[in-house]
T-cell receptor
Framework: NAGVTQTPKFQVLKTGQSMTLQCAQDMNHNSMYWYRQDPGMGLRLIYYSASEGTTDKGEVPNGYNVSRLNKREFSLRLESAAPSQTSVYFC??????????????FGPGTRLTVT | GNSVTQMEGPVTLSEEAFLTINCTYTATGYPSLFWYVQYPGEGLQLLLKATKADDKGSNKGFEATYRKETTSFHLEKGSVQVSDSAVYFC?????????????FGGGTRVLVKP
């Protein structure tokens, strides 16, 4: 099992350009998440998908859109990149069932620089 | 809302020293608590977890006890190794939240010197 995979690993964009970060998991998890990691701020949730067909905003959704393409795949789109979106982006997935807490599994991350 | 506060780093130790990383939380309801570890250049991995008050999570020589009365979940290891150099994140999950969302602390970088 590959677990959670992300592409690309590195990306440099100019201000105003757009791009899509791809994420896939092979663990048959219901829930998927996108985080950004900035120095000293831990991980902040951008968007999540509790189950296939649903998406919801997290703590810092502005400037991003997501698509839950199917149960395996969850993409993050930057429509018009800004320097403030320079960060490391992590995708994660987990089981989710009411009343139970499950571990989240993380991908290796995408390091994005916006100039 | 929920929040997690952990001590700022970096924490620099010698091999075989005792490690403590403090973590306190604020939450509504009855959260589960986690410690994740991030090795250089990698994603986060679950280190240990505790799902109810007084539970002790343990893994790879690390331990943490869920203390509801002090809203804390401090991470400890009795004798660290160079390979324990990493960033450690405390996190909580609120059972009432849809989608199993986690709230993370800011992370503590630990550097173990030989």
């Amino acid at each position: 099992n590959a677990g959670v995979t992300q592409t690309p690993k590195f990306q440099v964009l100019k201000t105003g350009q757009s791009m899509t970060l791809q994420c896939a998991q092979d663990m048959n998890h219901n829930s998927m998440y996108w985080y950004r990691q900035d120095p000293g701020m831990g991980l902040r949730l951008i968007y999540y998908s509790a189950s296939e067909g649903t998406t919801d905003k997290g703590e810092v959704p502005n400037g991003y859109n997501v698509s839950r393409l199917n149960k395996r795949e969850f993409s993050l789109r930057l429509e018009s990149a800004a320097p403030s979106q320079t960060s490391v982006y992590f995708c994660a997935s987990s089981h989710a069932r009411g009343g139970e807490t499950y571990e989240q599994y993380f991908g290796p991350g995408t390091r994005l620089t916006v100039t | 809302g929920n929040s997690v506060t952990q001590m700022e780093g970096p924490v620099t130790l010698s091999e075989e020293a005792f490690l403590t990383i403090n973590c306190t939380y604020t939450a509504t309801g009855y959260p589960s608590l986690f410690w994740y570890v991030q090795y250089p250049g990698e994603g986060l991995q679950l280190l240990l977890k505790a799902t109810k008050a007084d539970d002790k999570g343990s893994n790879k020589g690390f331990e943490a006890t869920y203390r509801k009365e002090t809203t804390s979940f401090h991470l400890e290891k009795g004798s660290v190794q160079v390979s324990d150099s990493a960033v450690y994140f405390c996190a909580l999950s609120d059972l009432g939240a849809a989608g199993n969302k986690l709230t993370f602390g800011g992370g503590t970088r630990v550097l173990v010197k030989p």
